[in-house]
């Protein structure tokens, strides 16, 4: 039910753009975020002038309609590659009837009433945990099944026909007297009517878009042909580029530098220091990193982090064998249930620093009008948290800071910071100058390699008892690395000690084994760390499915069977492992020289269920020819999206295995480009098959569950092709090659 609406406050048009921004038709929210009431956003998005300027109406915090009929989807969800946008643009079009060919979503911001993440409670703007459909599913389609309604009772009003017998498709309203007229020539009077009180939502049977097999994103032509926008391609009068000089070791300050030669360089207009290290400013981006070659920088590295990764990992392995120092899940009773074993089974797993790695690299735009207006365009994970933090370092009010979220090149989770990171060096730059110009901070390759936020390093010592009949009676995991939500937003979700992203996976094992534990120590290590792509299970799923087959070895069981043996029939685990098992042919022979690993992983919701064929490579090593999956993620709702957001996964984690490295001497990052930090090359990519298993449960996650099931399916298949158990990420490392 959607509660009745209060009175829509039409925009200003006749105020300039910049003035024109400051207002947007919100909405409070409560229960479900529903919108219950339009009212006047002053710490409305920049979006409000792109979106609902001249001769455009909004229906609500969510829908735009023009006079020509194109429909604007403002959405509360950051795109940063994985089909947000389409998704949301997806719900909206069904419900509303409108043509696929007018749909164009952008980002709003602003206004957490309306944009909060319903899955992080509400309270906040974000996008990650893989979410987007999660917290949308509802509103967005209550959003567009109200613009129907109002357009139909805008356009039975002008017909002076019976609202009921008025058909909605493709954004064309018809009657059957003959009368027909698009979306646009209703939109005005629409918007000016009374939202409906309820709304009826169609049943699936009516859905043409949600679910359809062959509707793809419609924003595909824009990327292909190269219009399609980035931060990285913002261009604006007068606009000054900023490259950084970072300190060599995290927690080093600046204690003093040099910029005279530097300033002697063509195009560089000013060296400024900031917070988080000093900036070059110039013309270009290339006078500016001409520029930051020819600065001298004099570092405080009294509370930096010095040691090297070798050290950091020798440390973890020490803990990992003592006692842990909390518990994240103790059922039964382990100590007896290792004592009564017949057979007990112990390894150690190690996995480095990984970098995000986008294909942009980090970047923010910032500055102040003449109004006292601050503008921010970037690629807005958290716009609230930036909008704050941005407020702050400008001086001024948070209502005077409009952001302009734009899409991003990727970002598995580096732009969901809490400190506002990029951001922040921008606002810093452009106040360090005077505010005199707009400026770009733009990274290159090896500021984002080096300039930290890393998925942690984690040590496991997983310990597995078997009784005299082969079933596991008792499992113990001791998980040693740093915690993510340490000193952020999300700090209350640590309780008792353990960090949940620490253990998401393993203290959440399916499998039904009498006596489990898992228990965690968090180490307290100067290298920023951040959530990556599919977070905890990155590295849990990887140890858990990887030690569960070398305890079906040592059962003599098979590793499907041995997996189905501890999982109710119908479970969802279940489900999805009988299915990729029947569809990579499980039972069937394999030709000469192939071998095949399973594995089964939950995360953000979704099952994803992994088979892995591989061949050794003559040279020590493996090569993945093939990987099929099997996917519960409940209704999907872009079937082609769903599949190619779980090879992208698949890509995306198969690389983190195989080379993906990040290591540090002495503090320093070893690493600065895609010549020493590896991802997957694209004659490394398997064959890929995706099977979606069909579900009437609402949505859940998809850009991320695809990635942990990857690394042990192929890990358990160069078992069988190498003789060789591999702990030890990445591959490279662990079989030398």
Known sequence: ????????????????????????????????????????????????????????????????????????????????????????????????????ATIDVVGAAGNVKVYGNLAFGGAIQGTGGSTS???????????????????????????????????????????????????GVFAAKAAALPAPAE??????????????????????????????????????PGLLTAVMIHPPLFGA????????????????????????????????????????????????????EKRSTTDLMATYRDLAGKPPVATARNDGNVETGFQSAAKVLEASFEFPYLAHAPMEPLNAVARMNEDGTLEVWGGLQFPDVQQQIASQIAGVAVDKVHLHVMKAGGSFGRRATFDGDIVAEAVHVAKAIGFRAPVKVQWTREDDMRAGRYRPAYVHRVKAGLDA??????????????????????EGSIQNGVDPTSVEGASNLPYAIPNQKVGLTTTEVGVPVLWWRSVGSTHTAFAAEVFLDEVAEAAGRDPVEFRLSMLEPDSRHAVVLKLVAEKAGWDQPLPEGRFRGVSVAESFGSVVAQVAEVTADGSGGIKVER????????????????????????????????GEEITLTGGEVDQGNFDTYTPLRIDAMPTVEVHILASANPPSGIGEPGVPPTGPAVANAAYRALGKRIRVMPFAKALNV
């Open 1 to 100: 039910m959607l509660p009745k609406m209060m009175q829509l406050i039409p925009l200003p048009m006749a105020q300039p753009q910049a003035s024109r921004r400051q207002f947007l038709l919100g909405a409070l929210a409560v229960g479900g975020g529903l919108a219950v009431g339009f009212n006047v956003v002053t710490a409305a998005p920049a979006l409000a002038s792109e979106t609902a300027g001249d001769g455009q109406h909004s229906f609500s915090p969510y829908v735009v309609i023009d006079g020509e009929g194109k429909v604007t989807v403002l959405s509360s969800q950051f795109e940063m590659g994985q089909g947000s946008y389409n998704g949301l643009a997806t719900l909206v079009a069904e419900e509303l009837g409108a043509d696929w």
């Open 133 to 183: 459909m999660t917290t949308s599913w509802e509103r967005y389609r209550k959003a567009g099944a109200a613009a129907r309604a109002m357009l139909v009772a805008a356009g039975a009003a002008e017909w002076g026909v019976n609202a009921a017998e008025i058909t909605v498709e493709n954004g064309v309203l018809s009657h059957p007297s003959g009368k027909s007229g698009h979306f």
């Open 199 to 236: 709304v009826t939502l169609k049943q699936p049977a009516e859905w043409t878009l949600i679910g359809n097999e062959k509707l793809k994103r419609f924003d595909s032509a824009r990327k292909a042909n190269g219009t399609q926008q980035y931060t990285i391609d913002v261009k604006l």
């Open 253 to 304: 300050t600046v204690k003093s530098f040099d910029a005279a030669e530097a300033k002697k360089v063509k195009g560089v207009v000013d060296v400024v220091e900031t917070p988080r290290g000093v900036a070059v400013v110039g013309d270009t981006m290339w006078a500016a990193i001409k520029g930051r070659d020819a600065v001298t920088v004099e570092w405080d590295d009294t509370a930096a």
């Open 469 to 490: 009949d082969g079933k596991l009676v008792a499992w113990e995991n001791h998980v040693v690395g740093q915690s993510i939500m340490s000193k952020t937003a999300f």
């Open 627 to 658: 990987i099929v999956a099997a996917v519960d993620c409940g209704l999907a709702v872009n079937p082609d999206q769903v599949r190619s957001q779980v090879e992208g996964g698949i890509g995306f984690g198969l690389g983190s295995i195989l």
